[in-house]
């Protein structure tokens, strides 16, 4: 596992909109991983699928609205809401995803002894601009310590 500076990481997905945040949080997946074999199942996989989705989701957001402007309260041009159903589940699967990875990890953490809030209050401070990972890095960075 690598120690890896808390605040210079949250301050960089501060200034990417929470972008780097996810990066992040593959970065502490894949150090778990590398210490604890199949902690995280098909890990690789989805290093590569993940990223290929969020930019999708992207392309598909933006065009949607990029057409919205374009509606009319007459009711012709109205924009075009088939990608609606693959924006939900495609946001589902990018937050749900990183809801798991945050939690492998904090279990990660658990079985090297160090306390951690509970999964409850790891997910709230994951959804509030995943102020979770700060705390997971803070713990997996005196893991790191310990065993040196």
Do not use: C
């Amino acid at each position: 596992m690598k120690k890896r500076n808390t605040f210079l990481f949250y301050l960089l997905t501060l200034l990417t909109g929470g972008q780097f945040g996810f990066l992040w949080l593959f970065l502490m997946a894949h150090d778990v991983e590398a210490v604890q074999k199949n902690q995280i199942p098909q890990l690789r996989f989805f290093s590569v699928v993940y990223p290929v989705v969020y930019v999708v989701y992207l392309v598909v957001l933006g065009y949607n609205l990029y057409n919205f402007p374009q509606f009319e309260p007459s009711g012709k041009g109205l924009p075009s809401f088939t990608f609606t159903p693959f924006l939900f589940f495609s946001a589902f699967f990018l937050l749900g995803y990183g809801i798991y990875l945050a939690l492998r990890v904090a279990d990660s953490v658990r079985r090297s002894g160090t306390k951690l809030v509970g999964n409850a209050g790891l997910i709230l401070l994951f959804l509030f601009y995943l102020a979770a990972l700060p705390l997971l890095q803070s713990k997996l960075n005196r893991a790191v310590e310990s065993r040196a």
